[in-house]
Nanobody, 127 residues
Framework: LMLLAQSGGDSVPAGASLRLSCRNS??????????MAWFRRTPGKQREWVAS???????DYAATVKGRFTVSHDKSTASFHLQMDSLLPDDTGLYYC???????????????????WGQGTQVTVSS
């Protein structure tokens, strides 16, 4: 069973760093074996794809976060992380992790392709 639990959101000043985590407690469905992604919903905007990571470690990022955000797996804790550095006020939003069980290598950027979602965690960046 894929039940994604998120942690790590906070309120921080611009320029700070945060790490979001996402974990599935069912060891039969480890997050490292599927396409995993982070999405966010920012004020006044629709849901936006942020980054994704395939099972081979191939990552992909939205232009707005490339060079500042990094996705990774931690197999020792069965977790999927989003390291966010040099945060900007425009990064403020509700962040969701998502799993696509039908893809392993070519991770989609469309949220409609992801069947499992975390509960969301708020990130607030003040100027």
């Amino acid at each position: 069973l894929m039940l994604l639990a998120q942690s790590g959101g906070d309120s921080v000043p611009a320029g700070a760093s945060l790490r979001l985590s996402c974990r599935n407690s069912d060891s039969e469905f480890p997050v490292s074996k599927y396409c995993m992604a982070w999405f966010r919903r920012t004020p006044g905007k629709q849901r936006e794809w942020v980054a994704s990571l395939n099972t081979l470690g191939g990552d992909d990022y939205a232009a707005t976060v490339k060079g500042r955000f990094t996705v990774s797996h931690d197999k020792s804790t069965a977790s999927f992380h989003l390291q966010m550095d040099s945060l900007l006020p425009d990064d403020t939003g509700l962040y969701y992790c998502a799993a696509d069980l039908s893809d392993q290598y070519a991770c989609p950027q469309s949220g409609d392709r992801y069947g499992y979602w975390g509960q969301g965690t708020q990130v607030t960046v003040s100027s």
